[in-house]
């Protein structure tokens, strides 16, 4: 009985580990942020959606800039505690080719432009269904979650936390500031 229990514990560990990505050469550290090396970077997917004020958002139409894409819900606390500290970096990191893309999950779109609204500068799509995040090679896996696409639309860095502005604007900016 035990062995059988072991074992079960054993292909749910590697399952679950299976399910958090490959091998790809970007390191995770112990408070869950995946950063990967400019030539480990995976590409991010081809990201649409409907923004939350109407209109259609293509991440093609800002490659060129870094992207920060933050996955939230009105519904999150965390996300409700984060929302003042990522309108901060992204008023801080905007001259630098910074864009900022909130993606609304499970909510409705009234719910979701309530809190949105007068929170953030920056544009949300609405994902109601929380497809668009597992297009993602590096998927955010929770809410909140950030991640930071260099200016050749790849993964730079995966924060699947809530962020403070603290912590969060040196990484943004150092991606900014990087060759391309």
């Not at 955010?140 to 639309?153: F, H, K, Q, W």
Request: proline share 6%.
């Amino acid at each position: 009985m035990r062995a059988r229990a072991l074992l079960a514990v054993l292909l749910l560990t590697t399952t679950l580990a299976a399910c958090t990505g490959k091998d790809d050469g970007c390191d995770t550290s112990p408070s869950g942020m995946v950063e990967c090396p400019v030539d480990k970077r995976p590409a991010a997917p081809q990201l649409s959606g409907e923004l939350l004020e109407g209109g259609r958002y293509e991440l093609s139409q800002d490659r060129g800039q870094v992207v920060v894409v933050n996955f939230w819900g009105s519904w999150c606390a965390p996300c409700r505690a984060e929302i003042d500290d990522l309108e901060q970096v992204y008023q801080a990191t905007k001259d630098q080719g910074v864009r900022f893309l909130g993606i609304n999950v499970r909510d409705d779109r009234d719910k979701a432009k309530a809190f949105h609204s007068g929170a953030v500068t920056y544009p949300s799509v609405l994902d109601p269904s929380s497809k668009l995040a597992l297009d993602f090679d590096i998927p955010p896996n929770t809410i909140p979650a950030t991640i930071v696409l260099d200016r050749e639309g790849r993964i730079a860095v995966v924060i699947r936390k809530a962020v403070q502005a603290a912590e969060f604007e040196p990484i943004v900016a150092r991606v900014a500031a990087e060759a391309s």
